[in-house]
């Protein structure tokens, strides 16, 4: 299985604030495992830290804002698709201010800085939510919406809509992760002309330039207004008949602008806590919906806290029932598990199919047959005695016993026609014979068992 990740040392940039115009500077520091995404104010008394998820976002006006007992940090979009994108799970970030810096309006210093330290494997593994049925989430009012489809890993399709005749439609998309780098990273931030009279009386784009935004100047305007606010930018005054891009630099990719949108929403997705795998389909997409979207794909994740492990029914088993009978020494009416459907270092998967000629239905209960909790908790430390029997040699001339069992849950009933899903994993290295196991049973999506224990390997006599 995947491990999660961080950095292997610390790494600082140093630019102006889009919205405040301050000189930051912020620093992205290794972190332990399962520590997330944190962003700290150094400037700031107490130092404090913000998660940075989804719940903590207060604004998406022009960019994500933070806040957690009025501390705010903003504009982080982009270090974040930078951080999800290269596939960092655990990092802490440093700020000496309120706001990222802004940079050239793109992610790919943050990517070059990532890459410049190099990354670490850590031991827990990288806790992915796999999306098994479509989930949706429209915004009528703006035309806005986000489609999340199952698909084996995290990819987007970006399409953009505008009342413009220099980018009236785009669409940008992303296959694979690793070429974030590449195809996303350096597509710039940018703002309509129009726009930019009625951000500055909000108080925004302080810092704003051409060196750090594609300005887009498409609706006439008169030529005194036009002066204006070239005056305002600090640019030279130029001919208000000449509809078109303003930048310093060319446009890196014709589609630019949905490349950026799609990078922003990688960075709010970030914000979910967890990576997915699944297919984003985000139609006019912007930082409001990207984060209702992801508040929403967070309520998700707590509902199904612990998912099921994925079944083909038509996949060959890693283990028949032969060969776990060859490991087990059970037989009926007391082998309770059928097959073996995925193993690794540290956890195991099986499957027990619930048939209504189990003889245990005979007096549990004859008008009401449900599978006794007892038998579940034994079909799980099974599964168990698998995956322990599987890391020694000559699996055969050992057996494992039960030492304890703690926390056991029982939430619905197994019933004749179930199949059970057991997915069982080592709480902590086997050491002297021990093994201590943390195992579920499902049916379908829902856990119906959980129990906690410990065994004993014991070499048979």
């Given amino acids: 299985m995947l491990k999660q990740k961080t950095l292997k040392d610390s790494f600082s940039l140093s630019g102006k604030g889009l919205h405040t115009g301050l000189d930051l500077t912020i620093t992205f520091n290794p972190a332990p495992d399962n520590h997330g995404y944190k962003i700290q104010r150094v400037d700031l008394e107490g130092q404090p830290i913000i998660d940075a998820v989804a719940d903590n976002v207060s604004e998406t006006t022009r960019g994500t804002v933070l806040v957690k007992n009025g501390v705010k940090v903003s504009t982080i979009e982009h270090g974040m698709a930078a951080l999800y994108a290269l596939g960092i799970d655990n990092c802490l970030i440093q700020v000496n201010g309120p706001e990222f810096p802004i940079l050239d309006g793109s992610a790919q210093y943050y990517v070059e800085g990532i890459e410049r330290v190099g990354t670490v494997e850590q031991n827990a593994v990288k806790d992915f939510y796999i999306i098994k049925s479509k989930i949706e989430f429209r915004d009528e009012a ?49 703002v309509f002309v129009r726009e930019i009279e009625p951000l500055l009386s909000a108080g925004l784009i302080k810092g704003g330039d051409l060196d750090n935004a594609i300005v887009i100047y498409e609706r ?23 509809l078109g891009y303003i930048n310093h630099k060319p446009l890196v990719w014709p589609n630019e602008c949905a490349r950026h949108k799609l990078l922003d929403v990688i960075g709010d997705l970030a914000l979910i806590g967890k990576p997915i795998k699944g297919r984003i389909i985000a139609t006019r997409p ?16 707590r509902l199904h806290e612990i998912q099921a492990p994925t079944y083909n029914c038509d996949e060959e088993p890693i283990m028949d029932v032969n060969r776990i009978r060859e490991l087990l020494p059970h037989r009926y009416p007391f082998q309770l598990v059928d097959k073996v459907i995925e193993i690794g270092a540290n956890f195991i998967v099986g499957v027990k199919n619930i048939t209504v000629n189990e003889p245990f239905f005979q007096g549990h209960f004859p008008d009401e047959p449900v599978m006794p909790g007892v038998l579940q908790v034994e079909a799980m430390a099974q599964v168990g005695g698998l995956l322990v029997l599987n890391s020694v040699d000559e699996p055969e001339r050992y057996s494992t016993y039960f030492m304890k069992i703690d926390g056991v849950k029982f939430r619905q009933k197994v019933v004749p026609g179930d199949t059970l899903l057991f997915r069982v994993e080592l709480i902590s290295p086997i050491r002297r014979g021990i093994a201590t196991m943390k195992g579920y049973a499902f049916v379908g999506e829902k856990v119906v068992c959980e129990a906690e224990f410990m065994a004993q390997i014991v070499k048979n006599k």
């Fill in 286 to 301: 912007g930082h409001t919906i990207n984060n209702k979207f992801a508040r929403q794909m967070r309520k998700e994740i």
């Fill in 142 to 190: 703006t035309g806005s919406s986000i489609i999340v489809l199952p698909d084996e890993n995290f990819s987007l399709n970006v399409l953009v809509s505008y009342d413009s005749e220099i980018i009236p439609n785009q669409f940008a998309t992303l296959e694979d992760m690793s070429k974030f780098k590449d195809e996303v990273a350096a597509s710039r931030t940018f």
């Fill in 220 to 242: 006439k305007m008169s030529q005194e207004n036009y002066d204006k606010l070239a005056d305002i930018m600090g640019v030279p005054h130029m001919d208000a008949s000449q």
